[in-house]
């Protein structure tokens, strides 16, 4: 039975549940955003906490299969569905943006998906029909409207409003920005990251790159953190061509940032080499940390705060074996905090972290899910795991590793079980991206 918690403008039930439920969540530390994760979603929002009935995958389209275009498509993850495990409905968008990242709003009733490449952000209609959402707006003036910023990388709740991180900018460079929305798409802000030229307040660890990726929030100690990347100028290349190219790779992103959330203000610029992506703040009352993985060293980071009060940023853990390339992409933590998974791009596998003892990760298990992985989302409870392969257009790997697929597991705490897959190729859907969950209980409880 599929169980749900929520916040407003859902049933009278499951909004009165909520209200208890998320003052709870905020008080115990719940990480906002999720961008398919109901392990690491906003407390501002609706959760599943049993069993969801759908499963979104915001794909990419590829020239010559099927429409072309990027689309949202819907799998049906009920039991005893007879169709079960299959893709029911997909909807195109027109045209090809770089499907990527989304969210939906706090109330659950939109999902919001961005495209990397030229700014779109493309906003369905989910709470109508659960199995059939509908693409109702589409806002194609990000850069215009954000001051120049570019390549909205995702989108999460917060009350009444949307908080988009963007990789790059109108020049396509790495400089980057935090662009907020109300629920209805309208502008509100954008604030930008702190510089070496421009700190903004902010006390500099090492360098202050201004580079963006992710952006997530502990509401209790009132701290948004967010990671970094690279601009367009390097993420809309062909990987191999840019690989090559000295300058190129000296455009990535080394650092992370600590903000006073409430006051939008970046307060540290912390040193984490390697590209720190995904970020995933624990959720227990006293679990004041964060973990990330570095793509281009392969290791598992913490960002902490000690027994003095102050905000630290170390490595932990290795990924596979150091210096091999594994590049870790998305990463997931359970509810419980003791579990953290860990995808690699280029060995196309998920491995398995015992993070009881944040400071110290014991790998307990390793996994090959295909020829290239990238995104992992988790059930609440931890028993469900969803896994999709692509990257980006361009980063993809080619020929027979060109897999593209979307795979589900059970999780027994020692084992993934395959449960079914999607040959989103074969299906002539496209390159699967992020994924997001649905319920229907959400919209009539």
């Known amino acids: 039975m599929t169980q749900v918690t929520s916040r ?23 990480s906002l955003p999720a961008l398919a994760d109901e392990t690491c979603q906003s407390p501002y929002m609706a959760k599943i906490t049993g069993e969801e009935d759908y499963v979104y995958v915001w794909t990419l389209g590829v020239e010559g299969m099927g429409d072309g275009s990027d689309k949202l498509v819907t799998v049906d993850v009920r039991k005893g569905s007879p169709t079960f495990g299959k893709a029911i409905k997909s909807v195109s968008v027109g045209g090809r943006h770089e499907a990527h990242h989304g969210g939906f709003t706090d109330d659950r009733r939109q999902f919001w998906a961005a495209g990397l490449s030229d700014s779109k952000i493309f906003i369905f209609d989910v709470a109508s029909d659960p199995a059939a959402p509908k693409l109702v707006k589409t806002i194609d003036d990000f850069v215009e409207k954000s001051g120049g910023a570019a390549g909205p990388h995702g989108a999460y709740a917060l009350p009444g409003r949307m908080l988009i991180p963007s990789l790059s900018n109108k020049s396509k460079t790495g400089q980057a920005a935090l662009v907020e929305y109300s629920n209805d798409g309208t502008y509100i802000a954008t604030h930008w990251l702190p510089t070496d030229k421009d700190p903004k307040g902010a006390k500099i660890e090492k ?8 952006a997530r929030i502990l509401p209790r100690k009132n701290v948004m953190l967010t990671s970094s990347f690279t601009g367009l100028e390097n993420y809309m290349r062909p990987f191999g061509e840019m690989a090559k190219d000295a300058e190129a790779m000296k455009k990535f992103g080394q650092t992370m940032v600590l903000w006073d959330f409430h006051a939008r203000q970046p307060k540290q610029v912390l040193h984490v080499p390697g590209v720190p992506l995904e970020v995933r703040w624990a959720w227990g009352p006293h679990n004041n940390y964060a973990f990330t993985t570095t793509a281009l060293t392969s290791k598992i980071w913490l960002v902490y705060e000690d027994e003095g009060g102050a905000w630290k940023a170390k490595e932990v853990a290795d990924i596979g074996e150091p210096g091999k390339g594994m590049i870790p992409v998305d990463i997931s933590l359970s509810a419980d905090d003791k579990t953290l998974f860990v995808d690699t791009f280029m060995d196309g596998t998920t491995r398995v972290y015992d993070v009881s003892d944040p400071h110290k990760p014991k790998q307990i298990l390793e996994k090959k899910i295909g020829a290239q992985l990238n995104m992992v989302s988790q059930s609440w409870d931890g028993k469900r795991l969803y896994y999709t392969s692509s990257v980006l257009s361009n980063w993809d ?20 079980a395959p449960r079914f897959e999607i040959d989103f190729s074969a299906e002539k859907l496209g390159r699967p991206h992020m994924m997001a969950f649905g319920a229907a209980a959400l919209y009539t409880q």
Do not use: H, I, M
């Open 8 to 30: 407003q403008r859902l049933s009278p039930r499951v909004r009165g549940l909520l209200c208890g439920t998320a003052a709870l969540a905020l008080l115990a530390g719940a």
């Open 397 to 416: 790997k080619t020929g027979a590793d060109n897999e593209q697929f979307l795979k589900a597991y059970a999780w027994d705490g020692k084992e993934l």
């Open 207 to 214: 360098v202050a790159d201004g580079y963006g990726y992710d």
